[in-house]
Nanobody, 127 residues
Framework: QVSLVESGGGSVQAGDSLSLSCAASGRTLSAYGVGWFRQTPGKERDFVAAISRGGGNTMYSDSVKGRFTISRDNTKNVAFLQMTSLEPNDTAVYYC????????????????????WGQGTAVTVSS
């Protein structure tokens, strides 16, 4: 079992950048695929990005492709979401999640596939 804690959220202006971190404890994060999701009040949780266990494969939602970068450092048991060119509609609570998977498993953008979740970190982008 792994526990996840996000950090790095905050309030920024449109066009700014922000970097989120997801620190894992318990079992090593390298055993898990990692995803980032976001949610606004009254709406479903949306997929943002995913990364394979080794970090070699990534996947993004169309809305963030080219602006956000997911990465991980398995030696430090942490994953990241670097966000640039932020827009007001990026405002949400961002969650990292982990799923047990074999090394060759395809990336997954379905939040039902993820077992472990952090508590979320809020990002607010003002115009």
């Amino acid at each position: 079992q792994v526990s996840l804690v996000e950090s790095g959220g905050g309030s920024v202006q449109a066009g700014d950048s922000l970097s989120l971190s997801c620190a894992a404890s318990g079992r090593t994060l390298s055993a898990y695929g990692v995803g980032w999701f976001r949610q606004t009040p009254g709406k479903e949780r949306d997929f943002v990005a995913a990364i394979s266990r080794g970090g070699g494969n990534t996947m993004y939602s169309d809305s963030v492709k080219g602006r956000f970068t997911i990465s991980r450092d398995n030696t430090k048991n942490v994953a990241f979401l670097q966000m640039t060119s932020l827009e007001p509609n990026d405002t949400a609570v961002y969650y990292c999640a982990a799923r047990s998977q074999i090394l060759t498993a395809p990336l997954n953008g379905d939040d039902r596939a993820y077992t472990y979740w952090g508590q979320g970190t809020a990002v607010t982008v003002s115009s």
